[in-house]
């Protein structure tokens, strides 16, 4: 499976964004999906996941009520959508595929638990 992360920008804080992550090659109907970050001089953040045969979703302390993950196996493509964002939200998402669905909770934030990764789509929060 290919992932390609889209919806990135700038924005003010307190805005929102929705971030989409399409799939080609296959559908998502195996995969798991998770949404990670990585802001300058920082380490890959975990942020959400979802899990196609439970719907299980899981997010990282840091954006829970303020993000919210949803998948369109339809159109083949994962959402991220977030509100309220805010400047340390700033960092490029990626977006990664795993045959491990459903995801475990203590997994979720964990890069080395997925195989398949796009390219990463920048998000600026800033006036």
């Known amino acids: 499976v290919q992932l390609q992360a889209s919806g990135g920008g700038l924005v003010q804080p307190g805005g929102s964004l929705r971030l989409s992550c399409a799939a080609s090659g296959s559908t998502l109907d195996r995969y798991a999906i998770g949404w990670f970050r990585q802001a300058p001089g920082k380490e890959r953040e975990g942020v959400s996941s979802?899990?196609?045969?439970?719907?299980?979703?899981y997010y990282a302390d840091s954006v829970k009520g303020r993000f919210t993950i949803s998948s369109d196996n339809a159109v083949r493509t994962v959402y991220l959508q977030m509100d309220n964002l805010k400047p340390e939200d700033t960092a490029v998402y990626y977006c990664?595929?795993?045959?491990?669905?459903?995801?475990?909770?203590?997994?979720?934030?964990?890069?080395?638990?997925?195989?398949?990764w796009g390219h990463g789509t920048q998000v600026t929060v800033s006036s």
């Open positions: 990664a595929a795993s045959l491990g669905d459903p995801v475990p909770e203590q997994d979720f934030n964990v890069a080395e638990y997925y195989t398949y």
């Open positions: 979802i899990s196609r045969s439970d719907g299980s979703t």
